[in-house]
């Protein structure tokens, strides 16, 4: 249901258009001046704003520029006055209200215009809602309903500004998911700095991010700005932050604070403008409780969390994800894509899957990577009640160079249109060794020389 306030000082005013909204079938909240209405808007749910322009404490148009300086998404702002000119209607139209209408006002055309008002709204929802699920379907291969409300999330969350904490096992997609969130955000296209907390020892980890001076520790030969800085006007990612050091995790609680940097061995701080977005595979609740972790600084990173739920919570993505993966793997390895049959589909969803997507892409890759024309061997798949084999759950070094190996002549072989000698340039390798590695991989030899 749609949610809409009127804000006049006319409680007779405010009844009328409350019934007319009512009638619409719409939620109606009141306020009797601009401050109180703003306060209301402010803590938001609300699709649409109707408000007189003559108010105590807060006028209309102070309203109006108000809520226009407000975070997206914004509801529309329809003006209503007796005391309006013309000139007065094109400052409202320049400073974005959606409309403008003199009293006494025609019911039906305010009518026809809150109809317009909220379909554009409910046009700019799903259109947001859209947008996340499609960015995370750039990301990630789901069809659950789990992963769906995930997206739906993204969608809200992605376009404002806020931090956001996201959590799940590894090798469930947070990073994927991050990406998400960047691909619906303002600073889509600004950078996006990806930093793995876990990565560095804690003295090096503080320079990388924070930035240093020459000469602020051994081997520091140049200053360098630091990730926050590089990211300024876009996106830090901290990935494993529940790997930060205590130094470090008071230093971040600063930036967040305070939304400024200080280089290691530098003097003077430098203002950012960074969104952070972090994620862990850790409980950081926990590890606050266990002294581990700062409590100042948890609540500061999950002003918005986002769980990805584990792969054995959300079965129902296997298939989709496997046949991803499969033709991933057999465009990369150049052999034809393997069906999953009924076996193969069963042995899949039988698996608990402790590794998550990360695991089920490995073991397809491996698959792929042994197979035979492209026919998974029901062995290589893991198998409830024991542990998959070392040499089933990824493929030997030999057997993916091998693979990748095959996949280059392939592709060279098909772009040379089966010409030995062209397809030989290309790879810069002798006819010779070509023919023999034809024949190793049981390649046609084309159109020979």
């Not at 809520?67 to 509801?75: A, C, D, F, G």
């Not at 109809?115 to 960015?135: I, M, T």
């Not at 700005?225 to 830090?236: H, I, K, V, W």
Request: hydrophobic letters at 45%; proline letters at 4%.
């Amino acid at each position: 249901m749609s949610r809409a306030l009127v804000v006049d000082d006319d409680a007779g005013i405010r009844f009328t258009l409350k019934g007319v909204l009512e009638d619409e079938g719409v939620e109606v909240l009141e306020a009797a001046d601009g401050q109180q209405g703003l306060e209301r808007v402010q803590q938001g749910g609300i699709d649409l704003v109707l408000s007189d322009v003559r108010m105590p404490r807060l006028d209309g148009m102070a309203l109006l520029e108000k809520i226009q300086s407000l975070p997206e998404p914004r509801p529309p702002v329809v003006l209503l006055t007796a005391h309006g000119d013309e000139r007065l209607a094109v400052e409202a139209m320049k400073k974005g209200a959606f409309d403008y209408f003199r009293k006494p006002f025609e019911l039906d055309e305010v009518l026809a215009c809150i109809r317009r008002a909220l379909s554009n709204v409910k046009l700019s929802k799903e259109n947001s809602r859209l947008l996340g699920e499609v960015s995370l379907l750039r990301s990630l291969v789901f069809v659950s309903p789990a992963m769906s409300r995930l997206a739906e999330l993204v969608s809200r969350v992605g376009p404002r500004d806020v931090t956001v904490l996201i959590t799940g096992e590894s090798g469930t997609g947070k990073e994927r998911v991050a990406e998400a969130l960047v691909a619906a955000s303002k600073r889509a296209q600004r950078p996006f700095i990806r930093f793995n907390c876990a990565s560095l020892t804690e003295e090096l980890a503080e320079a990388e991010l924070f930035g240093h001076a020459r000469g602020a520790f051994t081997g520091a030969v140049r200053a360098r700005p630091g990730l926050f800085r590089e990211a300024d006007g876009g996106t830090l990612l901290l990935d494993e932050v529940g790997e930060l050091g205590p130094s470090i995790q008071a230093r971040l609680l600063r930036v967040l604070q305070e939304s400024e940097v200080r280089p290691v061995g530098e003097e003077r701080s430098v203002k950012i403008d960074v969104r952070l977005i972090a994620a862990t595979h850790r409980d950081l609740a926990a590890e606050v409780k266990a002294g581990r972790f700062r409590e100042d600084l948890y609540y500061r990173l999950k002003v918005v969390q986002l769980h990805v739920p584990a792969l054995r919570e959300r079965n129902e993505d296997i298939p989709a994800l496997a046949r991803h993966f499969l033709s991933r793997a057999a465009r990369s390895f150049g052999v034809p894509v393997a069906t999953l049959t009924p076996p193969l589909l069963e042995r899949l969803l039988a698996w608990d899957w402790p590794g998550n997507v990360r695991e089920l892409e490995n073991v397809i890759e491996s698959a792929v990577a042994m197979s035979a024309d492209g026919q998974i061997e029901l062995a290589l798949l893991p198998q409830k009640g024991a542990a998959p084999k070392d040499e089933d759950a990824s493929a030997g070094l030999k057997e993916r160079l091998e693979a990748s190996e095959r996949g280059l002549i392939v592709a060279a072989m098909d772009a040379a249109r089966g010409n030995v000698s062209e397809a030989a340039r290309q790879l810069k390798i002798g006819r010779a060794t070509l023919h023999d590695k034809l024949k190793k991989y049981g390649l046609a030899s084309g159109q020979g020389d």
